[in-house]
């Protein structure tokens, strides 16, 4: 060691520290960098851990051998430097590095595409600079241990620097810099961080070494502190258009909350709410007042199961609870189509709630509370007429909401006669009721009907939506009809009698959810990689009968 920086440990102790700090945020980082795309389901986030841990893992052992063939920290603090800079170059080029790998793997992956296109894109666009900062520990095990008699508390040490930094770089990112500021400059911030503390390394005065070697290694130091400082400015430039979706030029709005990524698109007509750059609409917003065409629209049928219409000769309300409140598509459907109801809405993301009310005109007054779903009911003893469930974590269903006790405790929250609608995504034509290939939806459906007695689904024209209504009642399908006969309203009455011929008992099988066992993020991907199938299948068959200049026509 021939740095005078190097004289007091704590130099080495706080590099530790940083590039744990680094590891995590850079690992948090990239489940948001994915989620626009992959989504931020378990099997993503297993993903991503599981590569980064094979980076730090290859990282550890490369750095153990180059630590004990050269002693010179300037190589490990070489590699720091080079981490931040393909650290600071990720939110410049990541997405269009993801997006290409989808778009190869998409034309040549027949199964699994989500699966193994998000593994693909960890490996190409994070392994590296983890590796990298891989080599740490071991490299700083060796520069700071002097002797035998005191490796253990200085092992010790360095590893608490690391676990602490770790913390840190757990915490800031999730509930500091990521909803301030949003994921690339996240990402520029800890790449900023490691550059530093290289340049401090770099900076440094040396001792012990003849002038000759002094000026070479002078030289060498300012030319990597100029290309690490300007790669950074060029990346910081490059992330003025920090849009994962940056084909489109019309979004009215786009950034990221605790639990989502968000985009708002206007059309003449509409608004819409989207939390995955790739995979459908979560709401909308239709400005004339029209039904939307969406599941919102088969979902109103349950208030005519629940008896609406009587309860408006009889001047009395019926209370809808809504489990999933996005920004409100069912609710303000609600409003606008009957005067007898009052509505409560449920949604962990406050951010979507502050979107709702800015842009999708849901009212003030009507009572949204920021908390999970299944929470929620845990902690209220008011029943309702109608639930609506409509809760998804980016394009799967949170496990703890697609559970026996789950809808057990939905159940307990119904008046008699109380129906529960649950929107069903992601289903093919012979998606639900196959019971010799069980979907996510057959798991569903068949949880439900261990819980009720009563289960019938509606299909959803010209979505990939399924809409499920459970009751207790045995009449329900009765009260839609003669509900739908004293519709005033052309357009809903028409609805309402197609919900009702096309409504269909389901047979249930046994293949049954609990908070125990609930794969959710198995069967969903699953389902999605379908889809995708069926989607791609068209151009296909275009590239393989006409190339790639057919296929780009065609899009």
């Not at 960098?33 to 378990?42: D, G, I, T």
């Not at 599981?50 to 750095?63: D, F, K, Q």
């Not at 989207?274 to 979902?299: P, R």
Request: charged letters at 20%; aromatic letters at 10%; hydrophobic letters at 45%.
């Amino acid at each position: 060691m021939n740095k005078k920086i190097l004289k007091n440990k704590l130099f080495l102790y706080l590099t530790e520290f940083f590039a744990g700090m680094s590891v995590m945020a850079v690992e948090l980082g990239a489940s948001r960098l994915l989620a626009p795309y992959f989504s931020s389901s378990q099997i993503v986030w297993t993903i991503i851990i599981g590569t980064i841990m094979i980076a730090m893992a290859l990282g550890n052992i490369y750095g153990g051998r180059k630590a004990d063939k050269d002693k010179d920290p300037g190589k490990l603090y070489g590699r720091i430097l080079v981490s931040a800079i393909w650290i600071a170059l990720i939110p410049a080029i990541g997405k269009y590095v993801i997006l290409g790998i989808s778009a190869l793997l998409i034309f040549t992956v027949n199964s699994n595409f989500l699966v193994i296109a998000a593994f693909a894109a960890c490996m190409v666009v994070f392994v590296f600079p983890l590796f990298l900062l891989g080599t740490v520990t071991p490299s700083l095990a060796k520069y700071t241990t002097d002797s035998l008699e005191d490796n253990g508390k200085i092992i010790g040490t360095l590893g608490a620097f690391n676990t602490v930094g770790s913390i840190i770089g757990t915490f800031v990112p999730t509930f500091v810099t990521i909803p301030a500021v949003g994921t690339a400059i996240t990402f520029l911030i800890f790449a900023g961080l490691l550059i530093v503390l290289s340049i401090a390394y770099f900076v440094s005065p040396s001792e012990g070494t003849d002038q000759d070697t002094k000026g070479s290694k002078k030289n060498s130091n300012v030319a990597r502190i100029v290309s690490g400082i300007l790669i950074f400015v060029i990346s910081c430039g490059l992330c003025y258009n920090t849009s994962f979706a940056f084909w489109e030029n019309n979004l009215t709005y786009e950034g990221e909350s605790v639990y989502n990524y968000l985009q708002v698109k206007e059309t003449p007509n509409t608004v819409i709410l989207s939390t995955n750059v790739l995979f459908g609409v979560q709401s909308v917003l239709v400005k004339d007042g029209a039904l939307t065409g969406m599941y919102y629209d088969v979902a109103m049928a349950a208030p005519y199961m629940a008896g609406i219409k009587d309860k408006e000769e009889k001047g009395e309300d019926l209370d809808v609870l809504i489990l999933g409140m996005g920004s409100g598509t069912y609710a303000t459907q609600l409003t606008r189509h009957f005067d007898n109801i009052n509505i409560e809405g449920v949604e962990i993301d406050e951010k979507i709630t502050d979107l709702a009310h800015k842009y999708f005109e849901l009212p003030e007054t009507t009572k949204v509370t920021t908390y999970d779903g299944r929470a929620y009911l845990a902690a209220v003893d008011k029943k309702y007429d109608v639930i609506m469930v409509d809760a998804y974590q980016d394009i799967t269903i949170p496990f703890q909401m697609s559970s026996v006790e789950f809808f057990t405790m939905v159940k307990e929250h119904l008046n008699d006669g109380g129906v529960m609608v649950v929107n069903m995504n992601m289903y093919s034509d012979n998606a639900i009721g196959a019971q010799n290939d069980a979907t996510i939806n057959t798991y569903l459906a068949d949880t439900i009907s261990s819980v009720f007695n009563n289960v019938v689904t509606i299909d959803v024209a010209g979505s990939t939506n399924k809409e499920l209504f459970a009751c207790d009642s045995d009449n329900f399908l009765e009260k839609l009809k003669d509900g739908a006969s004293k519709e005033d309203e052309t357009d809903l009455r028409v609805m309402m009698e197609s919900a009702y011929s096309s409504a269909l008992a389901y047979d249930a099988g046994n293949h049954i959810m609990t908070d125990d066992k609930a794969p959710v993020e198995l069967l969903g991907m699953k389902q999605i990689d379908a889809i995708i199938k069926d989607e791609v299948l068209y151009y296909k068959e275009i590239y393989k009968k006409q190339g790639i200049n057919g296929l780009l026509n065609s899009l």
